[in-house]
């Protein structure tokens, strides 16, 4: 079973959209959450840090079930530019070794 | 502004061929890691090296070797290529885990 697990999607939505997907972690003993995007053909970038309590960062916002073992991340009033690869990211407390999802993908259409 | 600098971009070898990618960091961060990137599969840890002086394997070790030069690079090496090295390799520093920087990959086909 992989560590990390999401749906590879594609979500095809409209500009001003809103689209939510999810990603489940199979250790318990996870402690760090986040999400990074990657455009095609690049590298991945640090999207957002994912707290326990939730969080927003402008049209984006990630939630954390640690006792279903699944993180969120919404996004609202979607724009062309939102499209890309999301890509759920887990670590194991005081190891900075980071696991990756095989990503999200997200298109969004004018 | 260089941030993680990977060398080459492109490559394509022959199996059984060797090649060493390079990646050098201008951050002064710590660790660094290689990934390879397939598809459906995810960025899996090929090795690590914490610190100057240390490497460590990861998930998908088989087929390579690495060497930490110095606080500022850290090497991958294929020793005899296969075609299942076919991917996408990443490099990466950080200083902790919201530091992660990567470089921009190479594309490597093992015909």
């Known amino acids: 079973r992989k560590e990390v697990e999401q749906d590879p999607g594609p979500f095809n939505v409209p500009e001003g959209a809103t689209v939510a997907f999810n990603c489940t972690y199979s250790n318990s003993a996870s402690q760090s959450f986040f999400w990074y995007r990657q455009d095609c053909r690049k590298e991945p970038k640090l999207l957002m840090s994912v707290y326990s309590s939730g969080n927003e960062d402008g049209r984006f916002t990630a939630q954390l079930n640690r006792a279903s073992q699944y993180i969120s991340l919404l996004i609202r009033d979607s724009k062309l530019s939102d499209s890309a690869t999301y890509l759920c990211v887990v670590n194991e407390l005081n190891d900075y070794k980071l696991s990756f999802g095989a990503g999200t993908t997200v298109t969004v259409r004018a | 502004n260089a941030g993680v600098t990977q060398t080459p971009k492109f490559q394509v070898l022959k199996t059984g061929q060797s090649m060493t990618l390079q990646c050098a960091q201008d951050?002064?961060?710590?660790?660094m890691y290689w990934y390879r990137q397939d598809p459906g599969m995810g960025l899996r840890l090929i090795y690590y090296s914490a610190s100057e002086g240390t490497t460590d394997k990861g998930e998908v070790p088989n087929g390579y070797n690495v060497s930490r030069l110095n606080k500022r690079e850290f090497s991958l090496r294929l020793e005899s290529a296969a075609p299942s090295q076919t991917s996408v390799y990443f490099c990466?520093?950080?200083?902790?885990?919201?530091?992660?920087?990567f470089g921009s990959g190479t594309r490597l086909t093992v015909v």
């Open positions: 951050m002064n961060h710590n660790s």
């Open positions: 990466a520093s950080s200083e902790s885990l919201y530091g992660y920087t």
